[in-house]
C-alpha cells in the first residue's frame, strides 16, 4: 500500500529533493506538503498521515512545536526530522522529545532506510498492540466466564499458593481477590479446624500423577459456606499454575435437607421430636435401659382438654405461645432430652423414671397440678385445662409403639366425670376406648344431620298456682345404633374432644328458634333455660354468639336462662363473676344448676349476679328418709332467700317431696311429679292447664 507522507517544508525546491530521495528509494509515497501550524494540524485530521518529515525551521512556525502537536495528537506516527546542519546537542534533545528519527539534507541517501525503517517499527508496534489488545479482550472474557459460573474455581501453584480465583471463590469465603492471592488455599478458604485436612488433599492432588479424577472433599469456609471441592492438574506447567479447585456450594441444599429432617422428625412450634421420632427414641431408650435400676419407666401422655377452643377463640399465635409455655413445664420432668415430645395437636408424651407406688400417685397429680397453672399471653389469661395417662415400661407393653398406644388409651379414659384427672393403664381400657372413639365420630356426623339431635322441655312449675313457669331445655340423641341417649352419655365426651361449643351452639339456636316457632303459633312460652357446660361458659366466644343467635331469631333475652352448674361457675369465680354479668347485662336470667353439691364458696355466691339457685336432685331424692338432707335443703333455700335469689328444687317425683319443699319456703319445683322432659310438641297443652298441686 502507498504510504502517506505529511511533509512539514517551507520550500518547495527541498520538498523535491524529498520526494525524489524517496522515489530513488524506491518508495512511492503520497505526499503533502504543509508549512504552518495550522495546515499541519489540519492535515493531521484529514490526512492521516503514516509518517511527518519535517524541516527543523520553518518560518512562523518550527519543527519542535510540529513535533510537539504529533506528541498530543498521533503519537504513533512516526517523526523524522530532514534538516539541514543540527548540532549534536540539538540531535540528542529531538530524540528525547519523541522524535522517531533525523536525516540531514546534506545526507538525504538515508532518508529512504530511515522512512522505511520507521514505518516498519511502526507497523512493528501497531501489530504488537493489535495482539496485546485481542490478549486482554480475550483474558478478561475468560475472567467474566470464571465469574460468571456459579462454582468457585481457583488455581493454585506448585506450593499450593492462591494464583487466580473467580467471584464465586470470593462470595462464598467473603473475601476479595486480593485478599486471598498469593495465600495457601487451606488457610484463605477453610476455618482454621479443618485447615489441615483441606491442606493434605491439596497436597495428595498436587503430588498425584496420573490422569485418574482425584476424590471430591467438603470444607467449611470462613464464610460459614459448605463447599464441595474437587480438584484437577492443569495439564502443562503455564507460568506456575499447576492445579484448579473447584467448589460447589451446598449450604442451601444441606439446610433444606436439615431442614425437611426437622420436620420429618419435629413439631417446628415447639421443637420437640414429633410421634415418630419420639417412638424411636422410646425405643432406642428402653432397649439401652438397665432393668434393675428399681424405678419404673413411665409413659405419660398429656392431653389438652378443649385445645380447639382456645386456638380458635385466641388465634393460633395464642394457642402456641400456650403449648410452648407447657413444653416448659414438662421439661423439669423428662428424664432423658428426647424423651418429650408432641404426638398429637393437643397432646404431649413425657417418659421419666420414677420409684414405683405411692412416688408416683404422688407425682402425677402434681405434674398435672403444675400444667394447670394460668398461663398469660399479652392481655388474655388462659387456663389450660390438662389430662394425663399413663403406662409402665415394660408392665403394660414391651414396644415403644404399644406403650404410647397403652397411654393414649388412658388418656381417653379420663373424661370430666372420673374422678382424677389422669388414669393408669388396664387392659380392659381398650374396648372402652374403641367404644367411645367411635361414638366420638358418630357425634360428630350428628352434629352435622341435624336430625339425630332433639331437645325435650321439662316444666318448672309454681307451687303455688300449678302454673309452668319455665321449661328446661334437655338435650337427646336419637342415635341411629343405640337408641336414645340421655346426655350423660354424650355431654362429657364432647367436652373432651372439642364437641362442646358446637353442640352448645347447636342447643342454643334450636332453643331460640323453637321459641320463634311458638310465638308464630301465638303460644307465648315461658322463660327457657339451656344448661352451659363449663367448656362452653368459659369460651370467649360465648357472648358473641349468644348475642347473634338471639337476633337471628328475634328472641327477647328475658326469655332465656342459662344454667351453670355450680362446679363450673366456682372454679374459677372471679372470671365467672364477669361473664354473669355481661350476660346479666344483656339482659338474659342465670341459674345456678345442681347447687349444693359443689361444696360453694359462700362470699363468692353472694357475689354472683344469679337470679335463680337448682337446689340439686341428690337433696330432694332422701329428703324424706335423710334427715341431713332435708336439713340442707332448708338450709339451702333461706340462704338463698337472704341473697334475694329464687330456689327451683330439681328431681321431684312425690307429693310428700313436694310438701316438705314447700313447708321450707321453696316456690317453684321441676321434676317427675309432673312431668319428665316432653318433646316441644306437647309443651303448649302443658304450660296452658295449671298442674294440680295438691
Ligand atoms: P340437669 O341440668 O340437672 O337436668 C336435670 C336432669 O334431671 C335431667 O336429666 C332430667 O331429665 C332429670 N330429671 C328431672 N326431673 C327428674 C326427676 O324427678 N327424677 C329424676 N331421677 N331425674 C329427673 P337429663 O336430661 O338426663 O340431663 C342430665 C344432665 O345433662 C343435665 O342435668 C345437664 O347437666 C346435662 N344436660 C342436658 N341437656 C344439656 C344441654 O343441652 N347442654 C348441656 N351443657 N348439658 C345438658
Ligand atoms: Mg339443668
Ligand atoms: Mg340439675
Known amino acids: 500500500m502507498q504510504p502517506k507522507i505529511l511533509l512539514l517544508e517551507d520550500l518547495p525546491a527541498d520538498a523535491e529533493l524529498v520526494q525524489m530521495e524517496l522515489m530513488l528509494g524506491g518508495i512511492d509515497a503520497e505526499i503533502l506538503r504543509v508549512a504552518s501550524r495550522e495546515t499541519f494540524v489540519n492535515a493531521l485530521a484529514k490526512f492521516q498521515p503514516d509518517i511527518i518529515l519535517s524541516d ?88 467474566a466466564v470464571l465469574d460468571a459460573a456459579q462454582a468457585m474455581i481457583v488455581v493454585l501453584d506448585h506450593n499450593g499458593h492462591i494464583m487466580h480465583t473467580n467471584a464465586a471463590a470470593g462470595r462464598m469465603t467473603s ?40 476424590p471430591s472433599w467438603p470444607m467449611v469456609t470462613h464464610a460459614e459456606r459448605t463447599v464441595i471441592c474437587s480438584s484437577a492438574k492443569l495439564p502443562s506447567n503455564y507460568r506456575g499454575e499447576r492445579l484448579v479447585v473447584c467448589g460447589i456450594d451446598v449450604t442451601d441444599q444441606e439446610r433444606a435437607e436439615r431442614h425437611a429432617f426437622f420436620l420429618g422428625h419435629f413439631d417446628p412450634i415447639t421443637n420437640l421430636p414429633n410421634r415418630r421420632h419420639f417412638l424411636q427414641q422410646l425405643s432406642e431408650y428402653c432397649n439401652r435401659r438397665d432393668s434393675d435400676t ?68 404422688m407425682l402425677v397429680p402434681h405434674i398435672l397440678e403444675q400444667l394447670r397453672e394460668p398461663i398469660t399471653v399479652g392481655q388474655s389469661q388462659i387456663l389450660p385445662a390438662v389430662h394425663g395417662g399413663l403406662a409402665l415400661y415394660p408392665d403394660n407393653a414391651s414396644e415403644a409403639g404399644l406403650l404410647l398406644q397403652a397411654a393414649e388409651s388412658a388418656l381417653h379414659c379420663v373424661t370430666p366425670e372420673t374422678t382424677q384427672n389422669f388414669a393408669f393403664y388396664t387392659p380392659l381400657l381398650s374396648d372402652q376406648i374403641r367404644e367411645r372413639l367411635l361414638l366420638e365420630g358418630e357425634l360428630r356426623e350428628a352434629l352435622k344431620t341435624d336430625d339425630q339431635l332433639i331437645l325435650h322441655y321439662q316444666p318448672q312449675v309454681d307451687i303455688a298456682t300449678g302454673q309452668v313457669i319455665g321449661l328446661e331445655a334437655l338435650i337427646r340423641w336419637r342415635h341411629p345404633r343405640l337408641e336414645w341417649l340421655p346426655p350423660a352419655r354424650f355431654i362429657p365426651l364432647a367436652e373432651v374432644c372439642g364437641l362442646m361449643v358446637p353442640l352448645g351452639r347447636w342447643v342454643m339456636r334450636r332453643a331460640c328458634q323453637q321459641l320463634r316457632d311458638w310465638k308464630v303459633q301465638g303460644f307465648i312460652a315461658p322463660t327457657v333455660a339451656i344448661n352451659l357446660s363449663a367448656g362452653q361458659f368459659s369460651a370467649p366466644s360465648l357472648i358473641d354468639d349468644v348475642g347473634i343467635t338471639l337476633r337471628e331469631f328475634g328472641v327477647e333475652p328475658h326469655q332465656l336462662e342459662l344454667e351453670l352448674t355450680e362446679s363450673a361457675s366456682m372454679s374459677h369465680p372471679e372470671a365467672s363473676i364477669v361473664i354473669m354479668q355481661q350476660l346479666r347485662n344483656m339482659g338474659l336470667k342465670i341459674a345456678i344448676d345442681d347447687f349444693g353439691t359443689g361444696y360453694s364458696n359462700l362470699s363468692y355466691l353472694k357475689r354472683f349476679p344469679v337470679d335463680r339457685l337448682k337446689l340439686d336432685q341428690a337433696f330432694v331424692r332422701d329428703i324424706m328418709t335423710d334427715a341431713d338432707d332435708l336439713a340442707i335443703s332448708r338450709a339451702i333455700i333461706a340462704m338463698a332467700h337472704q341473697l334475694r335469689l329464687e330456689v327451683v328444687a330439681e328431681g321431684v317425683e312425690t307429693r310428700e317431696q313436694l310438701k316438705l319443699l314447700a313447708g321450707a319456703g321453696c316456690r317453684t319445683v321441676q321434676g317427675y311429679l309432673f312431668s319428665r322432659p316432653v318433646a316441644a310438641e306437647v309443651c303448649q297443652a302443658l304450660v296452658q292447664l295449671p298442674f294440680a298441686v295438691y
Do not use: C
Not at 498469593?182 to 496420573?210: P, Y
Not at 424423651?339 to 413425657?350: G, I, P, T, Y
Open 56 to 143: 527543523f525551521n520553518l518560518p512562523g512556525f518550527s519543527g519542535m512545536s510540529g513535533l510537539e502537536i504529533r506528541n498530543q495528537q498521533a503519537q504513533n506516527v512516526p517523526f523524522i526530522f530532514v534538516t539541514g546542519s543540527l548540532g549534536e546537542e540539538m540531535a540528542v534533545s529531538t530524540l528525547r522529545s519523541g522524535a522517531t528519527d533525523f536525516v540531514l539534507k546534506d545526507r538525504m541517501a538515508r532518508l529512504p532506510a530511515a522512512v522505511s525503517a520507521a514505518l516498519d517499527s511502526s507497523a512493528q508496534r501497531e501489530e504488537r498492540e493489535r495482539v496485546d489488545r485481542e490478549l486482554t479482550t480475550e483474558r478478561s472474557l475468560m475472567q
Open 294 to 361: 428399681g424405678t419404673a419407666l413411665v409413659i405419660m401422655m398429656i392431653g389438652m382438654v378443649r385445645a380447639q377452643e382456645i386456638a380458635d377463640s385466641y388465634g393460633d399465635a395464642t394457642f402456641n405461645q400456650v403449648l410452648i409455655e407447657m413444653v416448659r413445664r414438662l421439661r423439669v420432668w423428662q428424664s432423658h432430652a428426647d424423651l418429650l415430645a408432641r404426638v398429637a395437636d393437643s397432646s404431649f408424651a413425657l417418659a421419666f423414671e420414677v420409684g414405683r407406688g405411692p412416688d408416683l400417685d
Open 175 to 214: 473475601q476479595s481477590r486480593p485478599d486471598m492471592i498469593g495465600n495457601k488455599f487451606w488457610e484463605a478458604m477453610s476455618q482454621s479446624d479443618q485447615s489441615e485436612t483441606v491442606r493434605q488433599h491439596i497436597q495428595a492432588a498436587l503430588d498425584s500423577h496420573d490422569d485418574s479424577p482425584l
